[in-house]
């Protein structure tokens, strides 16, 4: 059994060389990096208005239930990687059906805890509820568009297509599984922050279950699938639950994208869930599907969102 940490590949290559295969796929791929770039104006607007906020007004409960929600999804996926320091592989139908039942809890949260919340608020503040639903519609779009752009411009690994991103070959196959979980957790911890943003225990909690729940088996499938590339298990293990930190620094980033004026708050809401939707549709279920698994992934989709359903009546 083959437990020594995987080969480096030599970085050669000059930071400008580097400069210049990122314009290379700038240029390649047009669409999403005007869609990233019209992102991240997005975002620095809603930043820029929250920091102005929130340094003339005292600091809300959001701040600090944001910041337990992130240190509880940190937790989870530290827990859900531990059994990988005995266990080099699970049967892979267990591992689908678990990662399709995350998925489930992702989809269940995204529309109960982030995109009804968000209509609601919306409706409220313009008085019209196709208003509201544009403006959510609005967050949403944003959200897509910046997992679009991560997804284009961070070199990163997928099982089914290879190394991504620009000039991948000069990261080694760690790093881009690390930029792949990152990939994952932001928009987790990005929801936690924005749902607490107003200190909405009833929005924020069922929400923050969820994604601690469904951080379990995502954080055993990260940790086996760094101890399958090479990586010795102590090692795996850590990597997996240093990934687990962008949740916190999500939920921080969520509470500053969503505090400030009132349409902020329903614009986050929109934002989190675009981004949550897209990993769920683009990574997690095709990787649920791609190993001839589709019935048990389907049905542990099926009961993670019954679950958080439950979860979102009982909570909210």
């Known amino acids: 059994m083959r437990e020594q940490a995987v080969r480096l590949i030599p970085v050669s290559a000059t930071s400008g060389s580097w400069r210049k295969s990122l314009f290379a796929h ?172 107003q200190g909405n225990m009833s929005v924020g909690l069922p929400l923050t279950t969820a994604i601690a729940l469904q951080d379990i088996p995502e954080g055993l499938a990260v940790a086996l699938a760094l101890r399958s590339a090479g990586l010795a298990p102590g090692f795996a293990v850590w990597v997996a639950t240093a990934s687990g930190l962008l949740e916190p620094l999500g939920a921080f980033l969520g509470v500053g994208l969503s505090s400030g004026f009132a349409l902020a708050y329903p614009i986050g809401l929109g934002l989190a869930a675009g981004a949550m939707l897209f990993v769920v549709s683009h990574e997690v279920i095709p990787h649920t599907h791609r190993n001839g698994h589709q019935k048990p992934a389907t049905v542990g989709l099926m009961i993670g969102f019954a679950l958080m359903m439950v979860l979102d009546t009982a909570l909210g």
């Open 26 to 197: 700038i240029r390649a791929h047009r669409v999403a990096a005007g869609g990233l770039g019209l992102a991240l104006l997005g975002v620095l607007a809603l930043l820029v208005q929250s920091l102005f906020q929130l340094a003339t007004m005292e600091v809300g409960p959001g701040l600090h239930y944001a910041a337990l929600g992130g240190l509880a999804g940190l937790v989870a996926t530290s827990l859900g990687a531990l059994p990988a320091l005995g266990v080099r592989s699970v049967p892979q139908m267990l591992e689908d059906s678990l990662l399709g039942f995350a998925a489930g809890m992702m989809l269940a949260a995204s529309a109960f805890s982030l995109l009804l919340p968000g209509l609601a608020a919306a409706a409220d503040i313009l008085a019209s509820k196709s208003l509201g639903a544009a403006v959510v519609v609005l967050g949403m779009a944003l959200g897509v568009l910046l997992m679009l752009g991560l997804d284009e411009f961070t070199p990163h690994e997928h099982d089914e297509t290879g190394p991504c991103g620009p000039a991948p070959e000069r990261c080694d196959r760690v790093w881009l599984f690390v930029f792949a979980i990152a990939l994952h957790n932001l928009p987790e911890g990005m929801a936690i922050g924005v749902s607490f943003s």
